[in-house]
């Protein structure tokens, strides 16, 4: 059973350009988080989606975005990129939207800008 | 709101020596509870879990027991090997308000010499 895949592995970018990761979670799978992860912050949640629907965001400016679509892939679009949104974006799906069941993690794309 | 605490690191150990990292919780009602690592260059892997009260997770000789009287789920190995050398991360998920994100702790860096 394959994993969580996140494409790109890695992405540079220039500052005031903008950025799209994707996600294809589990098969089966219908909820999809997205975190960033800093070494000043750590892990810090963007937002999820269940069923093609967001049903919660974190405190990002308007700047994050996703969504989710019919077969649960998911993107994420950053506009306007910042030196500070360098960072390893992490997706994770799971089953079922309550979360006591696992959630299972990608790889991440590491996302410099400069 | 919700939140967790995990002592902070780097933690140098011995091959063999016993392990310990701390990690406590404040949660409204009855959180999961999970404990993930992620090794170098990769996404996080969910270690073990724990759905309610005195509930024991394990998994590869990692222990943690859901403490609700002390809002705890500290990690415990009996002998540490080097491949256990990761970062550890302790994750809450909250439960009844289905928000479908978990809360981590800032992590906790563990090296094992040889």
């Known amino acids: 059973k394959a994993g969580v895949t996140q494409t790109p592995r890695y992405l540079i970018k220039t500052r005031g350009q903008q950025v799209t990761l994707s996600c294809s979670p589990i098969s089966g799978h219908r909820s999809v988080s997205w975190y960033q992860q800093t070494p000043g912050q750590g892990l810090q949640f963007l937002f999820e989606?269940?069923?093609?629907?967001?049903?919660n965001k974190g405190n990002f400016p308007g700047r994050f975005s996703g969504r989710q679509f019919s077969n649960s892939r998911s993107e994420m679009n950053v506009s306007t990129l910042e030196l500070g949104d360098s960072a390893l974006y992490l997706c994770?799906?799971?089953?079922?939207?309550?979360?006591?069941?696992?959630?299972?993690f990608g790889q991440g794309t590491r996302l410099t800008v400069v | 709101g919700d939140s967790v605490t995990q002592m902070e690191g780097p933690v140098t150990l011995s091959e063999e020596a016993f392990l310990t990292i701390n990690c406590t919780y404040t949660a409204t009602g009855y959180p999961s509870l999970f404990w993930y690592v992620q090794y170098p260059g990769e996404g996080l892997q969910l270690l073990l879990k724990a759905t309610k009260a005195d509930d024991k997770g394990s998994n590869k000789g990692f222990e943690a027991t859901y403490r609700k009287e002390t809002t705890s789920f500290h990690l415990e190995k009996g002998s540490v090997q080097v491949s256990d050398s990761a970062v550890y991360f302790c994750?809450?998920?909250?439960?009844?308000?289905?928000?479908?994100?978990?809360?981590f702790g800032r992590g906790t860096q563990l090296t094992v010499w040889p």
């Open positions: 989606y269940f069923s093609e629907t967001q049903r």
């Open positions: 994770a799906s799971s089953l079922e939207r309550e979360m006591n069941t696992e959630a299972f």
């Open positions: 994750a809450l998920g909250p439960r009844g308000s289905t928000l479908g994100r978990l809360y």
